[in-house]
């Protein structure tokens, strides 16, 4: 069943208000958002990204210390305020992300000051895989922060 995983994924995207887990939203879908000051991180041509992507962000600050601290790393862009790391669709499931990370559903990041720079790609991969690891990314941000990482509960069922 190869294709039923696609389905689902482009129903999530239509779900979430997302572009579909290819490249980037249409050209005048992606304008309206640049006009409102949004725009999608998009992933070099070489790196495909099978399950989608998301975008956890930082303060430019702790860039360097989390990057440093991550046994691998994936494609990371930045600006002049924010570092974002591309995470796998829906990292956000199961984590309690510190409020000092921003996280950003299909890559769709506030662009920042008046200008609306698009961040920059500033680290590629040394293999064809654009993601970091959403879980390492988690606890290496909660150490720099002095942090004790929290893990969201699973919902259970009623006995009965």
Known sequence: MPGRGAGLL???????GLP????????????AERRRGRLRL?????LPAPMGY???GVAAPLGPRI???????????????RWW???????????AWPDAADYAAGGVVTAPGAVRMRPRLTHWPSD???YTHPIMLYIVL?????????WEQAATAPAG
């Open 10 to 16: 482009a129903r999530l995207h239509l779900v979430r």
């Open 20 to 31: 579909g887990p290819d490249r980037g939203a249409p050209p005048a879908e992606a304008h």
């Open 42 to 46: 998009c992933l070099p041509s070489g």
């Open 54 to 56: 998301d975008a956890v």
């Open 67 to 81: 990057r440093r601290g991550l046994p691998r790393t994936g494609c990371v862009f930045a600006d002049a305020e």
């Open 85 to 95: 790391w591309i995470v796998p669709e829906q990292a956000d499931i199961g984590i």
């Open 128 to 130: 064809d895989v654009p």
């Open 142 to 150: 909660c150490n720099v922060l002095g942090l004790r990482p929290e």
